[in-house]
């Protein structure tokens, strides 16, 4: 029965900032599922650092995925801050309108791809913002992945290694709201 369970199964919740505490365990969880073929890999040890770093933005956002009680599958980011917009020098000339949501995790439990959630709750994530652009980075090694992305209205601008032991990633940007 499991198997025919669909996005439209999922209740998606949104949380903020003032929430983190409640939900820390939870990402960092789905996190460890979503990724459990590469957690040997020192940076993806890393991410509670970077939920704590993302939760701490007082304007971060979260939707998380539940199947039942269950999270499967959650989004965050934050509200780039203004003027320090890093994607703008992947851009000659930048876009005039420019107040930018950073989209900085997606994770969707193993068990739970391939049904619709990632675009259900990147949708949910972006829905309703007041932000002009929306930028994320995608492993260029995940070519389906950025194929996905530019699917749903994210085009890749540039490529970009933000930490000397993350991997290279795609700079993909997408103005809002996302075409439907």
Not at 31 to 36: E, G, N, S, V
Not at 59 to 66: D, G, K, Q, T
Not at 141 to 155: D, I, M, N
Request: net charge negative.
């Amino acid at each position: 029965m499991e198997s025919s369970l669909s996005a439209a199964d999922l209740v998606v919740r949104r949380f903020a900032h003032k929430d983190l505490p409640r939900i820390r365990q939870a990402l960092i969880d789905v996190h460890a599922d979503a990724h459990a073929d590469a957690m040997d890999d020192e940076f993806n040890q890393r991410f509670p650092w970077f939920v704590d770093h993302w939760g701490g933005h007082p304007e971060f956002a979260c939707v998380i995925a539940f199947d039942g009680e269950e999270p499967v599958a959650f989004a965050y980011g934050a509200p780039a801050n203004p003027n320090r917009e890093w994607w703008r020098e992947h851009l000659e000339p930048a876009p005039e309108k420019d107040r930018t949501f950073s989209f900085s995790e997606l994770a969707v439990r193993t068990k739970w791809r391939k049904r619709g959630v990632a675009h259900a709750l990147s949708r949910a994530l972006l829905e309703d913002r007041p932000e002009d652009l929306a930028v994320l980075l995608v492993d260029v090694t995940h070519p389906r992945v950025q194929a996905l992305y530019e699917s749903w209205g994210f085009r890749k601008v540039g490529e970009r290694r933000p930490f000397p032991d993350s991997p290279v990633y795609a700079v993909m940007l997408a103005e809002l709201p996302l075409p439907r």
